[in-house]
């Protein structure tokens, strides 16, 4: 339930057009646009800034997402630093093959972990746009996002004191856990979830990459996945029952594990290395509607969550923030509401489709170690298919990149 009007206390409450609830991609996107058109906001962060820094998250972005970050001024730093990738590998039925995507699409991916967006994104809206920015405040409410002056009120961690700043509009952009999505009324919220049942086990290694791509490797004993990061780090996923306890997997079971479902005919040994990260991810994706009520605009995971199984969650969250970026800074410069009005239609049609092609993918990754020879076998043919046909390789590919509905 949405809190009352706060009442301002002895000091008349701030006021900004814009407040961006939560400091990720999407909210710090959203600043920086608003920031390079002029318009005043504010962006409220639960975790300090050393720890949005440092979190580590997904790393790989398509390339119609960091032309979009480019066009708005935010790609420099990304785009002398990261990584391309113009293919992938898949492994299954003991052979490799290569899937080339970029040759059917004209795109690539590039690699770059959200650590290093998030820092390059901070510094551009503090730093260099001179955004205004609060780290470390505690107990965020939402009050009256249906009225023309919506407000949000947090206690400050240095004074211990509740502030109230009253805005335009209210960007909610802090994930699945934040205050704002669940500040939509328990009447109209409607969140549409789908479980895979399987869970990933998300390892950081201190290991150079095995190969030169990402590796999908499909095995009966279950999915693995190679991703390089960098130089000298590389992140594996393998498969395990949801809510497994990632302290049952030890340094030699899991590159045990890895070894088996990675193998394949002339494969190269994988390098080995100290693990850094282990924690499990219970494969689930939902979509919240309405992501818009009244002067609330929900964006990135506080709206969808993709499960990571295709990649695509900080892809969505950057085109939302792109979308709801350029949208309120027409409204403020041009009077132009267009983006405004267009922009939940907008927001669920790419997510509904990042949702549809995550579930297909997940048949394919896990089919083959679902005990079932029925999905076992018809997740050999979709991976056949990939090879055989043109056709099939082709939309794959755009699928793959979203090149479809991206810009």
């Known amino acids: 339930m949405t809190p009352a009007s706060p009442h301002p206390g002895p ?12 400091a990720g991609p999407a909210g710090l996107t959203i600043g920086a646009v ?66 080339e995507y970029t040759a059917l699409t004209g ?25 205004e920015i609060r780290f470390g405040v505690r107990d965020v409410r939402l009050h009256d996002p ?22 335009d509009f209210v960007a909610g952009c802090d994930g699945a856990r934040g205050v704002t999505r669940a500040s939509l009324p328990p009447e109209r919220a409607r969140v549409a979830r789908y479980d895979y049942g399987v869970g990933w086990l998300a390892l950081l290694a201190e290991a150079p990459p095995s190969s030169d791509c990402v590796v999908f490797g499909m095995h009966p004993r279950g999915f693995a996945g190679h991703m390089p990061r960098s130089a000298e780090v590389t992140r594996y996923y393998l498969q395990c029952p949801p809510g497994d306890d990632p302290e049952t997997w030890s340094h030699d079971r899991v590159w045990t594990e890895l070894r088996e479902r990675l193998g394949a005919a002339g494969a190269p040994p994988l390098r080995e290395g100290r693990l850094i990260e282990r924690r499990v991810l219970d494969m689930h994706g939902y979509v919240v509607e309405p992501v818009v009520h009244g002067r609330l605009f929900l964006a990135g995971d506080a709206a969808h969550l993709t499960a990571p199984i295709a990649a695509k969650g900080l892809n969505l969250a950057l085109h939302d923030a792109f979308l709801l970026g350029d949208a309120l800074a027409a409204h403020f410069t041009k009077g132009d509401d267009t983006g405004l009005s267009g922009y939940a239609h907008a927001c ?59 810009g």
Do not use: K, N
Not at 12 to 18: A, D, G, L, N
Not at 358 to 366: C, D
């Open 146 to 167: 249906d009225s023309d002056r919506p407000a949000v009120s947090y206690v400050c961690p240095e004074s211990g004191e509740r502030r109230v700043v009253r805005a």
């Open 107 to 131: 795109q690539h991916h590039f690699v770059y972990p959200q650590q290093f967006l998030v820092t390059d994104l901070v510094r551009e809206y503090a730093d260099v746009r001179g955004g």
């Open 34 to 99: 608003l920031r390079a058109a002029g318009v005043d906001c504010l962006v409220l962060e639960t975790e300090t800034r050393e720890f949005v820094e440092r979190r580590p998250r997904a790393g790989v972005i398509e390339e119609w997402a960091v032309r979009g970050l480019e066009r708005r001024g935010l790609a420099r730093t990304l785009l002398e630093r990261a990584q391309t990738h113009t293919e992938c590998e898949f492994r299954f039925a003991g052979e490799r093959y290569r899937f």
């Open 11 to 22: 000091s008349s409450p701030q006021q900004v057009p814009v407040v961006v609830v939560g």
């Open 348 to 406: 669920l049609s790419r997510a509904w489709d990042y949702q549809e092609f995550s579930q297909w993918l997940s048949e394919v990754y896990h089919g083959t170690a679902s005990g079932d020879p029925y999905r076992a076998g018809a997740a050999l043919a979709r991976l056949r298919r990939l090879f055989d046909s043109p056709t099939a390789a082709a939309e794959f590919a755009e699928r793959y990149m979203g090149v479809r509905t991206g």
